[in-house]
């Protein structure tokens, strides 16, 4: 049986004010960077495979913002893999208050390879290149990626960071945790819970205000590296054949920056679809 976690260009987490606005504060930074498999009856490192998905929000937020604007999004993609170590995915992003209302398409290229016996430990690096349906200049239409991830029994530890340019240029690092739990397992059918613990921190610009004098203000912006967001996911994992489904409730909780006030928790629920088939 399988269990996909590949994400390569997915979850683009949008700073939702206007249109212009939010375009000007994407923050493209992707949470799941690792492609990771459970054993299955075929040859990995010799086999070329492909593996569509559809992923589908009910809410979406910003870093785990909360803008009292209710939104759905979905994500369709497809994904061709060579053994374990190279992969070339292509998807796009829908969102129901935007204009236009597909966003972006995304095409992302990697490697992966494991660094001991053991297969322990994986490093994987990942191009990815953007097409924005609204072409505004700050937009970073290029991301350059590394993850590093650890795996023992059920536990999995990852950790990313990430270079955007071509725009307003950042960096981000996410870190994640996730254990798999076992429910049941027939020949035909496997059920698990993965419960998982991430953390985003992203660089980002702020505005504060400043007093230069008894009755004048000024406002000065300036560049932070800082944790924005903390993510609880408490997915069930149904398996069947080549076909895998996720339903899988989120709890963010958002960490206010300087130019923040207090940031309530948000909580969504995602559902998602994959099929995995050998070339």
């Known amino acids: 049986m399988k269990k996909f976690l590949f994400v390569g260009f997915l979850l683009v987490h949008l700073h939702i004010f206007s249109q212009t606005e939010e375009e000007d504060t994407i923050l493209d930074s992707v949470m799941d960077e690792f492609f990771s498999t459970d054993s299955l009856l075929v040859d990995l490192s010799k086999t070329n495979y492909l593996y569509t998905n559809f992923s589908f929000d009910e809410s979406v937020f910003f870093a785990g913002r909360d803008f009292d604007i209710n939104q759905f999004g979905f994500t369709p993609s497809i994904s061709y893999m060579r053994g374990q170590n190279f992969f070339i995915s292509v998807g796009s992003a829908y969102f129901s208050e935007l204009d236009p209302k597909w966003d ?10 494991f660094l001991d016996r053991k297969e322990r430990f994986s490093l994987m690096g990942i191009y990815s290149r953007i097409f924005f349906a609204d072409d ?4 970073n239409p290029n991301r350059l990626s590394a993850a590093l991830a650890f795996r023992k029994n059920s536990f999995r530890l990852r950790c990313a960071t990430g270079y ?5 240029t950042a960096f981000y690092t996410s870190l994640t945790s996730s254990y798999d739990i076992s429910i049941f397992e027939t020949e035909s059918w496997e059920m698990s819970f993965n419960p998982q613990l991430s953390f985003l921190m992203s660089e980002q610009t702020i505005s504060e205000q400043i007093a230069s004098g008894f009755f004048t203000t000024q406002t000065v912006e300036r560049n932070v590296f800082d944790l924005i967001n903390t993510q609880i996911s408490i997915p069930l994992e149904l398996d069947r054949g080549n076909w895998d489904f996720q339903l899988s409730y989120n709890i963010n909780l958002p960490k206010a920056l300087a130019n923040e006030s207090n940031l309530s928790p948000t909580g ?3 559902f ?6 050998i070339l």
């Open 268 to 270: 969504y629920l995602s």
């Open 136 to 139: 505004t200049a700050q937009l």
């Open 164 to 168: 955007l340019f071509g725009g307003s």
């Open 272 to 277: 998602s679809i994959g099929y995995f088939s």
């Open 104 to 113: 972006f398409v995304s095409i992302s290229s990697g490697y992966s390879l």
